[in-house]
């Protein structure tokens, strides 16, 4: 559903988490074919973050789970709670920390992420399930203060987030048109019962550019919390090959599914809490297939106008915290 559908990437936040010590560490000048396949993936990355940005506001009465709806009542409960998602994907007010862990059949790293005013800053934490050794820790360390000392490498990545943004937003806007939604009925969500709405593409959408091309051929069911009308769970499947760029660019396989899960982290704000893709395609002439399950955790507030450079501070005085 959302850009998930096309949420292939080796990057779970653009630029801001390091590779392990044995890998490159900073990107080289990119190709013309590197640039056009970024071009592909860097629009499907943020939706996921979009989700989980900000607050919504939580109904104070009591509820009752309704047992059917019709068409346009699901279409408007849904439409809602994207308009939620939309206001909270706007939201910039509640800065947090917290552990991101991405695996992959080939590697797994555990990374600790401060949001602040200059764009998302990363330390990498473990490799594989294990502590850095004494050498990777030390290159983590010189790494982060050679950003400390070079504001133009943290101002390139604010840009590249901001860019996300406005792509991610754009998808957010055209998902009340996108899909036809159907109430499935009642369900159990991991913090209490939830609505559920199965969702199709709409035959009479137009995708209005490459980043909502992938909501043409996604069907899958979304979970809605019925008292703060949020996501809590989404599970998308293609139905048929996707193709980008009239299939220059790329091409997605049908069957690829993406699952992913939101919560309430303290203080009314939301945050994604589980990511999982499993999806085969082509990237310019390369066959490519994406397997990745990140997990959230840990949470916490942080003050709002924070600096990277603050960040960098913080993570540096606390390289054992988790």
């Given at each position: 559903m959302l850009t998930f559908a096309v949420y292939?990437?080796?990057h779970a936040l653009p630029d801001i988490a390091p590779l392990p010590a044995n890998e490159a560490a900073h990107e080289p000048p990119r190709s013309t074919a590197s640039a056009a396949k970024l071009v592909t993936v860097r629009?499907?990355?943020?939706?996921a973050w979009m989700l989980a940005a900000g607050c919504a506001a939580a109904w104070a009465q009591s509820f009752a789970l309704p047992q059917s709806l019709t068409a346009g009542e699901a279409q408007a409960r849904v439409d809602r709670a994207l308009a939620n998602?939309?206001?909270?994907?706007?939201?910039?007010?509640?800065?947090?920390?917290?552990?991101?862990?991405?695996?992959?059949?080939?590697?797994?790293?555990?990374?600790?992420?401060?949001?602040?005013?200059?764009?998302?800053?990363?330390?990498?934490?473990?490799?594989?399930?294990?502590?850095?050794?004494?050498?990777a820790a030390a290159n983590e360390q010189e790494?982060?203060?050679?950003?400390?000392?070079?504001?133009?490498?943290?101002?390139?990545?604010?840009?590249?987030e901001a860019a996300d943004r406005?792509?991610?937003?754009?998808?957010l806007r055209a998902l009340p048109a996108a899909f036809l939604y159907r109430y499935a009925?009642?369900?159990?969500?991991?913090?209490?019962?939830?609505?559920?709405?199965?969702?199709?593409?709409?035959?009479?959408?137009?995708?209005?550019?490459?980043?909502?091309?992938?909501?043409?051929?996604?069907?899958?069911?979304?979970?809605?919390?019925?008292?703060?009308?949020?996501?809590?769970r989404l599970r998308g499947t293609l139905q048929r090959d996707v193709s980008f760029g009239w299939g220059i660019l790329g091409r997605l396989n049908r069957g690829g599914w993406i699952l992913i899960e939101q919560a309430p982290v303290g203080g009314g704000v939301w945050r994604t809490t589980r990511l999982q893709l499993a999806m085969s395609g082509r990237v310019l002439f390369r066959t490519r297939r994406f397997d990745m399950v990140e997990t959230m955790s840990g949470y916490a507030p942080l003050p709002v106008g924070m600096s990277y450079r603050e960040a960098i501070a913080r993570l540096l005085a606390q390289p054992e915290q988790r």
């Open positions: 292939f990437t080796t629009r499907l990355i943020l939706i998602e939309l206001a909270a994907a706007q939201d910039l007010i509640h800065p947090m920390r917290y552990q991101l862990r991405k695996s992959t059949p080939r590697l797994s790293t555990t990374r600790e992420i401060y949001e602040t005013r200059d764009g998302g800053v990363a330390r990498l934490l473990e490799v594989n399930g294990q502590p850095l050794g004494p050498a790494r982060l203060e050679e950003l400390a000392g070079d504001p133009s490498r943290q101002r390139h990545r604010m840009q590249a406005a792509r991610a937003l754009s998808v009925g009642p369900g159990q969500g991991p913090a209490g019962p939830v609505e559920r709405y199965a969702f199709r593409p709409n035959s009479a959408y137009s995708p209005p550019s490459l980043s909502t091309d992938a909501l043409a051929g996604m069907s899958g069911e979304i979970w809605i919390d019925p008292e703060a009308l949020r996501v809590v």
